[in-house]
């Protein structure tokens, strides 16, 4: 099993960045796939990002693509979500999530998810 913990959100400008962290627990991180989801009020969550165990492969919702990346330090037991460029329709709460899934790549079916970040983007 594996515990996550978000931090990392606040209040930002439209056109402003933030950084999200989501610290794992565990010793087989690297073993991990993660990703990044975010659930705005009234909304479904939807997939933001995600990222291979090694870090080699990333992919992105089309929303997001070229303002956010998502990175991870194996070493660290970290994953991150740099946001750029925010807008206001990037409000949400964001969410890490993992499963297992050594050289995979994935958009859905995490298992573990932490307890989430808010993020709000004043215009």
């Known amino acids: 099993q594996v515990q996550l913990v978000e931090s990392g959100g606040g209040l930002v400008q439209a056109g402003g960045s933030l950084r999200l962290s989501c610290a794992a627990s565990g010793r087989t991180f690297s073993s991990y796939a993660m990703g990044w989801f975010r659930q705005a009020p009234g909304k479904e969550r939807e997939f933001v990002a995600a990222?291979?165990?090694?870090?080699?492969?990333?992919t992105y919702a089309d929303s997001v693509k070229g303002r956010f990346t998502i990175s991870r330090d194996n070493a660290k037991n970290t994953v991150y979500l740099q946001m750029n460029s925010l807008k206001p329709e990037d409000t949400a709460e964001y969410y890490c999530?993992?499963?297992?899934?050594?050289?995979?790549?994935?958009?859905?079916?995490?298992?573990?998810w932490g307890q989430g970040t808010q993020v709000t983007v004043s215009s």
């Open positions: 990222i291979s165990s090694s870090g080699t492969m990333t």
């Open positions: 999530a993992a499963r297992m899934g050594v050289g995979g790549i994935y958009t859905r079916g995490y298992d573990y």
